[in-house]
């Protein structure tokens, strides 16, 4: 196989590979507040964590709302003054998108689940 036959194929795959593990192009980021009590950006799963979205050459500050649907927790991001809902949607480890959606499940316990998680990688970000 020539050369240019062959790396055509191999950024094919690689491009692929990069997209399937979320680590596709970046519109912004999830993190905590700032002067919140993680100073290194992380944040936990539990309703009314503040979290902010940084990209665009801005930041806008909201909370997270948690819901439960039997044993699924749904997370929504909602930005401060707005009545929209943005369920945090997995797109790898360290990726989300966000998606404008009515909450399913009903609100969360104080707290529920209160897991950690690092800054997240926004993939989709809505007109904010």
């Keep these: 196989m020539k050369l240019r036959t062959f790396a055509p194929l191999v950024f094919a795959l690689v491009s692929t590979v990069a997209l399937a593990d979320g680590e596709g192009s970046t519109c912004g980021m999830l993190m905590g507040a700032s002067g919140a009590a993680q100073p290194d ?3 936990r799963l539990r309703g009314g964590e503040p979290v902010d979205f940084v990209g665009g050459g801005k930041t ?9 649907d ?3 927790y749904r997370a929504y991001w909602k930005p401060e003054g707005s009545h929209e809902l943005y369920v945090l949607a997995s797109a790898g480890a360290s990726s989300t ?4 959606t009515p909450p399913q499940g009903e609100p969360a316990r104080d707290g529920q689940p209160g897991t950690a998680l690092q800054p997240l990688n926004v993939l989709s970000c809505p007109a904010l």
């Design 41 to 43: 950006g992380s944040f």
């Design 70 to 72: 039997g044993s699924m």
């Design 97 to 100: 998108r966000l998606i404008s």
């Design 60 to 68: 806008v500050h909201g909370a997270l709302q948690m819901f439960f």
